[in-house]
Nanobody, 121 residues
């Protein structure tokens, strides 16, 4: 019954911005590490960003550092990903991840259904 629902994806031109949201239900993830992964067609799902449940510590993939910002609102059980200066190579389905133990696919406890982000040249 745990659900992670992503929203905010869409089509944007290079250099534009999008804000993704991930609303969790069925369980409170306070104290758990949350994150975002993405997967382009024909490619392996890859880590994008993570935020620790305590301390506000964050981690980012090198490819998005300085452009993406992950944040969370514990009261709303929601995680966000602010994406600025988007590039065509950012095009992918973005997945919300909950209970991230290790920044790999097998280290994720729960996955959302994904939201499509398309960046045109």
């Amino acid at each position: 019954q745990v659900r992670l629902v992503e929203s905010g994806g869409g089509l944007v031109q290079a250099g534009g911005s999008l804000r993704l949201s991930c609303a969790a239900s069925g369980r409170t993830f306070n104290g758990y590490t949350m994150g975002w992964f993405r997967q382009a067609p024909g490619k392996e799902r890859e880590f994008v960003a993570a935020i620790w449940g305590t301390g506000g510590i964050t981690n980012y993939a090198d490819s998005v550092k300085g452009r993406f910002t992950i944040s969370r609102d514990s009261a709303k059980n929601t995680v966000y990903l602010q994406m600025d200066s988007l590039k065509p190579e950012d095009t992918a389905v973005y997945y919300c991840a909950a209970d991230v133990r290790v920044l790999t696919l097998t280290g994720v406890g729960y996955w959302g259904q994904g939201t499509q982000v398309t960046v045109s040249s």
